[in-house]
DNA sequence: ATCATGGTTAGCCATACGTCTAACTATACC
DNA sequence: GGTATAGTTAGACGTATGGCTAACCATGAT
């Protein structure tokens, strides 16, 4: 019951737009400063740091400044509470349709008595 | 580079919001009536309506109305694509990091000569 | 036929989101 | 010092989101 953890609405919430997914994909091949991200968007600066804002508080990157130039890398450990609640879900139904299996096999062996 | 998809940007967005993931989690249990999955939420029933539009239009859910009951079912398989994004970033970040294995591991030859 | 129950539609409202421009700061380079 | 480069801040703007009320079907029960 993992449903209002916060960091999961924020998690969720950052990986819903195209634009965040593909800064997370450009940096999942490695590092990379605020405008090598922005180039390929199309965007305008301002708008890709709001994006690079969003990303950072979820948790989804880190970034750092050297001398003007800000590096972004992507923070792969961020993704598990997604990974996470997907696999409690896929648990959720598998119990039910474990149960509704026994269930059905219960029906069938008193059936054959 | 699947990130453009409009499905992957409504399925995120559907599981950004704490009381989908609720209706998600009760809905794993086993399919229920919209009466039942607004009980929980202590929101109106437009509201929870909106909601499980959301799902729906994200494929998460499915719904069928039976005499003036409309009951709602999880639908696993739609969880895959976020699933599958998951692993394509993974795969990428443990790309780059062999490559960057295989780069400390030439170099460290390299020197050893 | 009447009434209660379960759901639906329409519309309002405040806030959040994604985008932009314009103006500003800070660092590198000549 | 002067200029280009990289990023930042502030504010505006339209649209989307999440919530509500009120009124409206539709169906099952009496």
Redesign the pocket.
Known sequence: MANHDPDLSRLF?AL?????RGILTRLAEGPA??????GP????????????A?LEEAGLIA?S????????AVVPAAFEPVRTWLDEQRALWEGRLDRLDDYVMNLMKERSQ
Chains 1, 2 share one sequence.
Do not use: I, N, Y
Not at 16 to 20: E, H, K, Q, S, V
Not at 41 to 52: A, D, E, F, K, N
């Open positions: 919430h819903a737009d195209p634009t965040r400063p605020v405008t090598a991200l922005a968007t199309g965007l305008r600066l301002p708008t890709v740091m709001r994006h690079l969003v970034t400044k050297d001398g003007r130039v800000r590096s972004c």
